[in-house]
């Protein structure tokens, strides 16, 4: 077990986890600009982005590139300036570190080392979009971006369907379209949805309905901007889970299992389609085939 207390005086440098900004500059904390300003140096995920927010706070500490393709190499070496007693801050472009951003892997470098670690509050893109989604805000799970390998997205967005709980994704303009329509295949077309828009910035948005009304929005509409997306959780993971653990049975044996435990026929067939991955039609005919 360790134990650690930022008031407790070493020897050792601390590492500061400073959440920036994801849009408005204004939502910079004062103890943020404080923090950056009297730390020996600044460890950004991109030293150019940094440096705007840098300029218009007027802070001049020197800054030092900390990304996901020099995580291993840059680790060791911030070890060593913070165990000489230098403090650290660690940013990453926008919001918090480690959440969907570089961060964790210094995080548990500086533990194991027993080098103190100090989170600064801020902001953060999924919560600040979830308060204003209108879907049930808790309890809730966040994922971030959703995997780009289909086997592994697939499998991903199967899981996911079942939870009962809100999830949070993040997802880029380009790819938003298709990522819905990963989750429509796995998720009720009637789930609610809430797409957040550039949030925090001059073209904030929030576009809100059912799965299938989004993706109708994202299939007509120029899609710009980073989005949020908020997803009601699943009203009856219970018989998702069910029908999931009785697919090494037929389509018609599943539905049938479905009303022996009090669906009704067309709720029967539907769920089964959905855990298959099917259209209803497909397991609608199967099904009166079989019993004619």
């Known amino acids: 077990m360790q134990t ?12 500061y986890l400073v959440p920036t900004p994801i849009g408005n500059l204004g939502d910079m904390t004062y103890r943020a600009v404080e923090t950056l300003k009297a730390v ?15 300029n218009h706070f007027e802070i001049e500490t020197k800054q030092i590139s900390f990304h996901e393709h020099n995580t291993q190499q840059r680790i060791d070496e911030l070890l060593v300036k913070l165990e000489n007693g230098d403090d650290i801050a660690q940013v990453s472009d926008a919001g918090m570190p480690s959440i969907s951003d570089p961060g964790h892997e210094l995080v548990k470098a500086c533990i194991e080392a027993n080098i103190a670690v100090v989170p600064l509050p801020g902001a953060n893109a999924g919560l600040t979009g979830l308060i204003a ?9 966040f994922f971030g971006f959703l ?12 899981q ?3 939870k009962p709980e809100t999830t949070i994704f ?13 989750l429509i295949v796995d998720f009720e077309p009637e789930r609610q949805v809430t797409l957040c828009r550039e949030i925090t910035k001059k073209f904030e948005e929030f576009i809100r309905g059912t799965l299938q009304e989004v993706l109708d929005w994202a299939t007509t509409t120029e899609v710009r901007g980073e989005f949020v997306i908020i997803v009601a959780g699943n009203p ?10 009785t697919v090494t049975l037929s389509l018609a044996e599943q539905v049938e299992a479905q009303i022996q435990q009090g669906a009704s026929p067309n709720m029967a067939i539907k769920t089964v389609a959905k855990a298959n991955n099917l259209k209803k039609q497909v397991v609608y005919n199967d099904y009166h085939e079989l019993t004619e």
Do not use: C, W
């Not at 650690?4 to 070493?10: A, D, E, I, Y």
């Not at 989604?133 to 799970?141: A, C, E, I």
């Not at 993040?170 to 990963?182: D, G, N």
């Open 133 to 141: 989604s209108g879907v049930l805000p808790q309890p809730f799970t």
């Open 170 to 182: 993040y997802e880029a303009p380009h790819r938003l379209k298709k990522t819905l329509q990963a």
């Open 236 to 245: 009856d993971p219970q018989a998702m889970t069910a029908v999931q653990e």
């Open 40 to 54: 020996q140096l600044i460890a950004a995920e991109d030293t150019r982005n940094t440096q705007k927010l840098l």
């Open 4 to 15: 650690q207390s930022s008031f407790k005086t070493t020897t050792t440098g601390k590492l």
């Open 147 to 158: 995997p780009r390998k289909g086997k592994e997205l697939t499998e991903t967005v199967t």
């Open 160 to 162: 996911l369907a079942l």
